[in-house]
């Protein structure tokens, strides 16, 4: 879905953007899991007394965005999220870095087994009358 969205351009007439506006929808645990990783990224930043212009200057990212992602907003990137949730010592994964590289290394070997791409199995033609 898109809506038309009047803006003033640079030589100063209004023109009409076209917006896309997202109807996706998300799983309620999905949603549950983004509002707790929300909520423990804001508490330990507010812990910590750090303003949000600070934080989002260490991840290099602009303020608006860190709201975003203490509003839980479900659009923003995976890696912005991951990289405050770090500057915050807020544990993703594993604690311990050579544990979590442990553990990529098993996935990773368990992917390497896996076929490159999933298919799904061809049904044979019954021809035989």
């Not at 009047?6 to 998300?26: C, D, E, F, H």
């Not at 909520?39 to 507010?46: G, K, P, T, V, Y």
């Not at 659009?75 to 979590?100: M, N, R, Y």
Request: hydrophobic share 40%.
């Amino acid at each position: 879905m898109s809506h038309k969205t009047p803006i003033i351009s640079s030589n100063g007439l209004w023109v009409t953007q076209m917006a896309k506006t997202s109807a996706r929808t998300y799983s309620r645990y999905n949603r549950a899991a983004l509002q707790l990783l929300a909520a423990l990224i804001r508490s330990e930043r507010l812990k910590q007394k750090l303003s949000a212009q600070e934080v989002a200057d260490r991840a290099g990212i602009s303020r608006s965005l860190l709201q975003r992602i203490e509003k839980a907003d479900p659009v923003c990137a995976i890696g912005s999220v991951f990289e405050v949730a770090t500057i915050l010592s807020i544990p993703l994964f594993e604690q311990d870095l050579k544990a979590l590289d442990r553990a990529l290394t098993t996935a990773q070997q368990t992917q390497a087994l896996l076929p490159k791409s999933a298919h799904k199995p061809r049904k044979e033609v019954d021809d035989d009358f």
